[in-house]
């Protein structure tokens, strides 16, 4: 069995990036991956702007002004945000508000608490300005001609306002990642089905299509294939024509109805199986062959384990992070934190365990009590996983590594 670093190492040294782009709208482009750079074609702010409310004015004309001997300016224009701002004249001040242009010839802005009018013709002032004082400068955020979103960034909301911060209504982005995903089990049975003696809901089915459609994919769903060989086959088949990876769900051990393996060795080949890590050891990573086999055209292949958390996780932990890669994103890994252990788990297993818990109002991780890798229960109950070394027993304050699962779904 491979250890996780290692088996994740594979995967991203195999992961090809998908060819193909397309200019979207910019309200369009959330969760998708920038194909190029983002330049600014303009500074932002664009000019010297006002950071408060108050009186734009020069500070040389209130140098000598103090408690004792104020110093009156008259009113000479008015500046709401969006608006053009005359020259100010010297001994004058204009009044202007939040983001307003400030007049050239002022150097500072007085917020307005720090003033007095009465008749709105003019403002007195008992404090000196510093130069600069509430002026945001142009260029403060974002100077002309520099890059502020690299190629391969998954276009958060946040980067998305900075394009349009800049004025792009467009942008170039990767194509979708093109995924066919079907389970095997004849004893898959649909949400309001009759549930024979036997059977059980397919619930991998409803969590993994969301997590793909959180990533932005193209999904076809092939549904539940029957557990036959031959059935299999050519699933697999017609989901490598046109998807860049195939993802399965169960039959991917060595029982004698699991025919995902064989399947794919028969269409394909199996570059990685078997992870050391508890839960979803039974992780297959391969490809199938497209069309002709003398084309030597492939479909990445992954199959998970067939048990809920198990799934979960592995999806978690190497599918996404493989789908970033393949839509251009170099940057997949999850922030890890330190965290301190309110529990005690007295022994370690022999694989990396990844232990579903909670963070309590004292700033620590509860475990949840069962860690069977068929309880989907604990996935909603956690905030993330412990990532636990194999042979690795926790203490009671000690400082695990936690992984939360926001980090793992963004």
């Known amino acids: 069995m491979l250890a996780t670093a290692d088996a994740l190492g594979r995967l991203l040294d195999a992961a090809r990036p998908v060819t193909g782009t397309e200019r979207i709208d910019t309200l369009n482009a959330p969760g998708r ?47 709401p945000a969006g608006h053009m701002a005359e020259p100010l004249a010297a001994g004058t001040a204009a009044r202007i508000f939040t983001g307003a242009t400030v007049p050239p010839g002022a150097d500072a802005v007085v917020m ?20 600069g004082e509430w002026i945001t400068r142009q260029g403060a955020d974002i100077e002309r001609g520099s890059v502020i979103l690299r190629a391969g960034t998954r276009l958060t909301p946040q980067a998305l306002g900075l394009a349009a ?25 649909m949400p309001g089905e009759p549930l024979a003696p036997g059977a059980i809901y397919n619930s991998n089915r409803f969590t993994l299509r969301a997590l793909l459609t959180k990533l932005g994919c193209d999904v076809t769903d092939l549904g539940i294939v029957a557990d036959r060989l031959d059935a299999t086959r050519d699933t697999l088949r017609r989901a490598a024509l046109d998807h860049d990876l195939i993802l399965t769900c169960g039959g991917v051990s060595v029982g004698e109805e699991d025919h995902v393996k064989p399947a794919v060795e028969a269409e394909g ?27 030597g055209e492939e479909a990445f292949f992954i199959g998970l384990p067939g048990n809920p958390v198990s799934s979960f996780c592995t999806f978690l ?11 251009g994103v170099e940057d997949v890994a999850p922030r890890v934190y330190s965290m301190r252990a309110d ?4 022994k370690g297993d022999r694989r990396n365990e990844f232990l579903r818990a909670r963070v309590n109002d004292r700033g620590g991780l509860d475990l949840f009590p069962n860690q069977s890798s068929a309880v989907l229960t604990s996935t909603v109950w956690g905030d993330g ?22 980090e793992l779904m963004r």
């Open 317 to 327: 932990l190497f599918v996404r992070p493989f789908i970033l890669r393949l839509a």
């Open 33 to 79: 991956v920038l194909a190029a750079d983002v330049t600014s074609p303009l500074d932002v702010p664009p000019m010297h702007t006002s950071a408060m409310d108050g009186y734009a004015v020069r500070a040389a004309d209130l140098a000598a002004a103090s408690d004792a001997a104020p110093v009156a300016l008259r009113i000479s224009q008015r500046i």
């Open 343 to 346: 529990f005690t788990q007295k």
């Open 269 to 295: 080949r199996i570059a990685m199986w078997q992870i050391a890590m508890k839960p979803g050891k039974p992780l297959a990573f391969g490809a199938v062959r497209r069309g002709a086999a003398e084309a």
């Open 112 to 131: 307005q608490e720090m003033a007095q009018t009465s008749d709105h013709a003019t403002v007195a002032f008992t404090q000196p300005p510093a130069p």
């Open 165 to 189: 911060s800049v004025g792009c209504a467009a942008l170039d982005v990767s194509r979708r990642v093109r995924v066919a995903i079907f389970f095997t089990g004849d004893e898959l049975r």
């Open 385 to 406: 996983v412990i990532d636990n070394p194999p042979n690795h027993a926790i203490s009671a304050g000690e400082t695990v590594r936690f992984i939360p699962f926001s």
